[in-house]
């Protein structure tokens, strides 16, 4: 087992609104105030590092391990979700009406099992991994679904 950080570099945030220039007349469902933040394993209520939506960027780091397997290294931590050969990280996107009250409206699933296995060998032991992506979808909406290369680009890089 190998102690590993994975960081979440992200751009392009979409802003406090979604969808984008909504009227405040309610004549159009919106999300007003729009947050983002990891999600802890096992616990919705439990967020990293709540980022404001028209934030310039984000950055998150977790802790995990490595260990072998079967189908290459598995990444465990606090903050990874799913079964081995499964494993992710959820982005929640959501809005704050007062500091502690995140009310989620949807999510984003970074599927590590796209990280390149040569990357996520190499991650093992540098010990950092870094995705990159941006966080606004084509509407102008947080993007949300799966997130897969080329949407999110996956390096190994030294650990400071």
Known sequence: ????????????LPGLTCPPGAPADGSVQAY???????QRRSRPAELLDIQ???APSATWTLPCTTTAAPAGADVKGPYIQGRPGERFIYLSWGTVEK???FTMFRR?????AAVPSDVLDAAAHSGLLVGRLGLT???GCPLCARVIPPAIT????RSA
């Open 32 to 38: 007003r105030n729009v947050h983002v933040a990891v």
């Open 52 to 54: 404001p939506g028209d």
């Open 1 to 12: 087992m190998s102690d590993l950080r994975i960081r979440i570099d992200a751009v392009d």
């Open 137 to 139: 979808d084509a509407h």
């Open 99 to 101: 500091p502690g009250d």
């Open 108 to 112: 984003a699933k970074l599927l590590l």
């Open 154 to 157: 996956w390096a190994a890089e």
